[in-house]
Every structure is written in structure tokens, then in C-alpha cells.
């Protein structure tokens, strides 16, 4: 399986292929965006534009992992020199665990939305190929300057009430030069929101998602993602404070993958020629969903197998005060 990594040294960008426990360095100065536009217009698979970039080049992949090299990890995907053509967004209620946890955060004496949502999905999620199915629960993160790689802190504003990991795996897409979404592959994601802010209202999900978020530290081309196991931890002053193992893919999902992809793609604003997607698939736990409140310095850590070495966050929490925005009028 091949898993790639975006490294940079100062003003130095690499792409790299994972060979553990090295990295082998592509050719110079080159992103996984210019492999997937280059093997696009010569229409080769992406696996043998790597082969074929390849370079003698190796560079230590712990020291690179652990942050004591000089080289530090990117997300895996950006759009280098647009960021903004980057779409973070991401789907949710997809998983039974993750449906449970919003049901928790507002429930009343009737069935709440988020169970009516996940509901629709187990009902009409997972269509006859070539059929379309229920539309699943939708939001949208940002643009690509809320992309942060490993190692790299998930912040809580100073306006935020609260930061809270969740830990899944995202879909890595380019739109091709005729508008047709190719799914370059999928990596690790922490899609990092603001749940105390949300629980008080579900009109407030829209703006307790645009936080940063993170992604990696590795693509993996074409994975397995029928099942996936995997584990979610977070630790406070290197102890384990909360761990669950969980699972995602296909078949613990109540929306198969088509029918996820078809949902996000339908709209012609999301098939500009030259955009890259980051698409978020659903958590299946929550550490919030279980009392717990992350803190300054807290590390958020994810895994999954299959996709590589595990992603891994500290939190920092914005303790200026938060300042009033005012808007200037032209004249």
C-alpha cells in the first residue's frame, strides 16, 4: 500500500513515499497536488508517478514523526499556492457511536434530529449500485488554511467554549480538468469542534465546526475501507487520561461510500476544475460524549490500521480576551 508524506524544511517543500522506517524523497520540489495534476494530464495511475519521481534520497522517518529533525510534516494534501481552492467540509451522524453521543447532547422526551438523521441513513444509506440514496448530514470546516499536520496544535479561540477531538478518516479528492472528482486516497483525520458550544443548540453546529482541524501525517493510496479498526487517546502530561477503540469503513458506516461522495459532489460549486476536497467521514466516539473536557497541553492522538503512524495533536487554548470585531464602511 502506498502511503506518501509533504514534508518542509524552512522554504523547502518535499513529497515523500513511505519506506519504513525511511522516506524516500521524491523529486524536488514537487507536492502531492503536482504528482496528481502531472499524472492526470499524462493519465498514469498515481502509484507509478511515484515510482517513477522517486530519487536515492532518504531521511529518517522518527526523527522526522517525533518533530527533532528539521524537516517537519504538512498535512498530506494542500493547495500549495491557492489555499483557499482547498474545501474542508465533513459528514456526520454516519456512525452509531458518533449518533448516540449528539443524541446524548439534547435529548428530550421525542427522538431528537441527530437519531432521525442517523435513522434516514441506516434506511436509505446504502443505495443499489447506481442509485441514489438519503442525503446525509452535511457541514462545511473551512478553506485549506485550517489544514494542520501532525504535531501541529488544534486551537481553541478565545471566543470558544470548549475544543474536542474527533477522530476519523477523511476522503483526499482533486477535481479534474473536466469537472470529475478523483479520490487521491484517504489519511487519518482529527475533525477537532467546539461540542459545549453546539450542545447548548443544534442551530449552533454550523459555527462550533470552523475550527481548525487536522489531517495525516500520511495519504494512503486506494486503502482498505470496508472496516477499519482503530484507537483514540488523549493524554495529559504523558498520561493516558481517556482511550477508546473504534472502528469506521464501510460496513460500520450507515451510508455506504458512493452514496457519501455522490451527496458532497452533486453540487457544481464543489466540481471546479483544479480544487482539492478534504471530506471528514464521522467519528464513532467521542471523549466528550463521556464527560470528559480537554485542557491546554492535552494531546489528542489517533489511529487507525492501515493508514500509516498515528496522528497526533496537542491542544492550545487562545487565553487573550477576546477583542470585538468591528467592520470599517467605504465611503
Keep these: 500500500m502506498t502511503r506518501l508524506v509533504q514534508i518542509q524544511n524552512g522554504t523547502d517543500r518535499r513529497l515523500a513515499v513511505v519506506e519504513e522506517p525511511n522516506l524516500r524523497i521524491l523529486s524536488t520540489g514537487i507536492s502531492l497536488y503536482a504528482l496528481a495534476q502531472a499524472a492526470l494530464m499524462d493519465n498514469l495511475p498515481l502509484t507509478g508517478m511515484v515510482h517513477s519521481w522517486g530519487t536515492d534520497e532518504l531521511l529518517r522517518y522518527d526523527s522526522v514523526y517525533e518533530g527533532l529533525s528539521d524537516w517537519k510534516l504538512l498535512p498530506p494534501i494542500d493547495h500549495p499556492s491557492e489555499p483557499s481552492r482547498?474545501?474542508?467540509?465533513?459528514?456526520?451522524?454516519?456512525?452509531?457511536?458518533g449518533a448516540k453521543d449528539r443524541d446524548g447532547m439534547h435529548q428530550g422526551a421525542e427522538m431528537t434530529d441527530s437519531m432521525k438523521m442517523y435513522r434516514l441513513g441506516v434506511e436509505g444509506g446504502r443505495p443499489p449500485k447506481g442509485r441514489i440514496g438519503a442525503a446525509p448530514e452535511w457541514f462545511f470546516k473551512g478553506t485549506g488554511t485550517i489544514l494542520r499536520g501532525h504535531n501541529a496544535p488544534l486551537v481553541v479561540p478565545s471566543f470558544a467554549e470548549d475544543g474536542g477531538e474527533e477522530g476519523e478518516i477523511a476522503g483526499i479528492?482533486?477535481?479534474n480538468p473536466e469537472g470529475h472528482p478523483v479520490r487521491l486516497g484517504m489519511a487519518i483525520g482529527n475533525e477537532f469542534s467546539d461540542h459545549k458550544f453546539e450542545k447548548k443548540n443544534y442551530l449552533?453546529?454550523?459555527?462550533?465546526?470552523?475550527?481548525?482541524c487536522s489531517?495525516?501525517?500520511e495519504i494512503v493510496i486506494d486503502p482498505d475501507f470496508q472496516s477499519v479498526p482503530g484507537k483514540v487517546s488523549i493524554y495529559r502530561q504523558d498520561q493516558v487520561l481517556w482511550s477508546?477503540?473504534?472502528?469506521?469503513?464501510?460496513?460500520?458506516?450507515?451510508?455506504?461510500?458512493a452514496n457519501l461522495e455522490h451527496h458532497h459532489f452533486k453540487h457544481e460549486p464543489h466540481r471546479r476544475p483544479g480544487d482539492i476536497h478534504v471530506h471528514y467521514f464521522g467519528a464513532c466516539a467521542l471523549s466528550f460524549g463521556e464527560g470528559v473536557a480537554l485542557q491546554n497541553r492535552d494531546v489528542m492522538e489517533i489511529r487507525f490500521e492501515g493508514f500509516g503512524r498515528p496522528l497526533r495533536n496537542p491542544l492550545h487554548v487562545d487565553l487573550t480576551p477576546d477583542e470585538l470585531r468591528t467592520v470599517e464602511v467605504m465611503e
Design 86 to 97: 482547498c474545501l474542508v467540509s465533513g459528514t456526520g451522524l454516519t456512525h452509531l457511536g
Design 204 to 212: 449552533n453546529l454550523a459555527a462550533s465546526k470552523l475550527r481548525t
Design 215 to 217: 489531517l495525516g501525517p
Design 173 to 175: 479528492y482533486i477535481i
Design 244 to 257: 477508546r477503540d473504534i472502528r469506521t469503513g464501510e460496513n460500520e458506516m450507515c451510508h455506504n461510500l
